[in-house]
């Protein structure tokens, strides 16, 4: 597609439902980002994949926190036994390059996630 | 741990004024910085970006500055317009890594 795209773009849960939130990246950006904003909040790092693969996940609050990525595009961000404190926006983003060669990240709407 | 940080949480400008959002970093290996909009229920949209090679860049009614020396960047925009009315953030990521750091934000409101 054009840009990234996350889905679903509003999701209202049960606390202690797991949940699952898309995202798809910019077709042949190779790295991949989740953030996580609460409201009137920053960007708060979660995790990073340079191809199928996270080098980096010390970002991810707790264990309940996981995500994936496969073929080098789509990822999914799991959120295991939901709770209160989890409702915020997440955010995906993606970029042609990282590391030495760095370039612009371009990121999805967002899934607002709501946790009941 | 390092981080990039604003200086002013809100910034109120006149319409037709220029404004100055000014960002300061800690981290002296910082070697890409990227200036983000983020308009209310959107994502953060790319602005304009500057390597640790420059000290100026220009975009269309966007200027970043980046002072090394103390480690401080800034946006200019130029005739602020209604629009331009949104929630700034400064970014870096320090060179040979990937991990692109935010600062809280500046809240725009441009005023009629």
């Known amino acids: 597609g054009a840009g990234v795209s996350q889905s679903p773009s509003n999701k209202v849960t049960e606390k202690g439902k797991d949940v699952e939130l898309r995202c798809d990246p910019i077709s042949g950006h190779t790295a991949l980002y989740w953030y996580r904003q609460s409201l009137g909040q920053g960007l708060e790092f979660l995790i990073y994949f340079q191809g199928n693969s996270a080098p980096d996940k010390s970002g991810l609050p707790s264990d309940r926190f996981s995500a994936e990525r496969t073929g080098g595009s789509v990822s999914t961000l799991t959120i295991q036994r939901t709770q209160q404190e989890d409702s915020a926006v997440y955010l995906c983003?993606?970029?042609?390059?990282?590391?030495?060669?760095?370039?612009?990240?371009?990121f999805g709407q967002g899934t607002r996630l709501t946790v009941v | 741990g390092e981080s990039v940080g604003l200086h002013l949480p809100t910034l109120s400008v006149q319409e037709g004024d220029n404004s100055i959002i000014n960002c300061a970093y800690s981290?002296?290996?910082?070697?890409?910085f990227i200036w983000y909009k983020q308009e209310s229920g959107k994502g953060p949209q790319f602005i304009i970006d500057?390597?640790?090679?420059?000290d100026k860049r220009q975009g269309q009614r966007v200027t970043v500055l980046l002072n090394k020396t103390v480690k401080h960047l800034s946006l200019q925009i130029a005739a602020t317009q209604p629009g331009d009315s949104a929630v700034y953030f400064c970014a870096e990521i320090p060179i040979n890594d990937y991990k692109l750091s935010f600062g809280a934000g500046t809240t725009v409101t441009v005023r009629a």
């Open positions: 983003a993606s970029s042609l390059a990282s590391g030495r060669a760095n370039t612009e990240a371009f």
């Open positions: 981290n002296s290996a910082s070697d890409y």
């Open positions: 500057i390597r640790s090679n420059m």
